[in-house]
C-alpha cells in the first residue's frame, strides 16, 4: 500500500546528542498558530486560562528535570519560547523534555493543543545567547509585526 502522505522531516542536527550540556532556544507552537493562550494589548499579554497552565508547567520544569534550568520565557498567545540550560550530561533529551511537558498540559487541560514536533536552535555562543534572550524579552512588543506568527 503506497503512503501519499508527505512525510516530515526531522529537523534535529543528525549526529548531535541532545542530552549534552549547553544552552538550547526552543519554541512550541499551538495547533493551526490559534491565540489560544491570551491576548496582547498594551505591549502586554493577558493569558487565558491555558495560557496560565502553560506558563506554570514551564515554572515546574526545573523541578522536574534534574540538571535542567529555564533560563527565559514567553507565552504568547499561539507560542512560547524557552531559553533552557542543561547542566552536566543529562539522562534526558531535549525532545523528551519538551514531549512530556506537552503532555503534561494536554493532561491537565483535557485536550491536546500542540502543533506537531517543536523549533530549538542550539546557543554557540555567548553573543547569541545576548541576541535571542532580548529577543525573548521584546516578543510582546514586536508581536505586530511578527509575520509568523
Do not use: A
Not at 519554541?27 to 498594551?42: A, F
Not at 504568547?76 to 525532545?95: A, E, G, L, T
Not at 491537565?108 to 546557543?123: A, D, L, P, R, T
Amino acid at each position: 500500500m503506497e503512503n501519499n502522505k508527505p512525510q516530515r522531516k526531522n529537523i534535529r542536527l543528525k549526529y548531535y546528542d541532545y542530552t549534552t550540556e549547553g544552552m538550547y532556544f526552543i519554541t512550541i507552537c499551538i495547533k493551526d498558530r490559534k491565540n489560544i493562550l491570551g491576548n496582547i494589548k498594551d505591549e502586554k499579554i493577558k493569558l487565558t486560562e491555558t495560557g496560565e497552565t502553560v506558563k506554570k508547567y514551564i515554572q515546574t520544569v526545573e523541578k522536574i528535570y534534574k540538571n535542567i534550568k529555564v533560563d527565559e520565557y514567553i507565552v504568547m498567545p499561539n507560542h512560547i519560547h524557552i531559553i533552557m540550560q542543561v547542566f552536566n550530561k543529562n539522562d534526558i533529551s531535549i525532545s523528551r523534555i519538551v514531549k512530556q511537558y506537552k503532555g503534561y498540559i494536554t493532561k491537565e487541560i483535557g485536550q491536546s493543543i500542540w502543533q506537531k514536533s517543536f523549533y530549538e536552535h542550539i546557543i554557540r555562543s555567548e553573543e547569541e545567547y545576548y541576541v535571542i534572550k532580548e529577543y525573548v524579552k521584546n516578543n510582546i512588543i514586536n508581536w505586530q509585526k511578527d509575520k509568523y506568527f
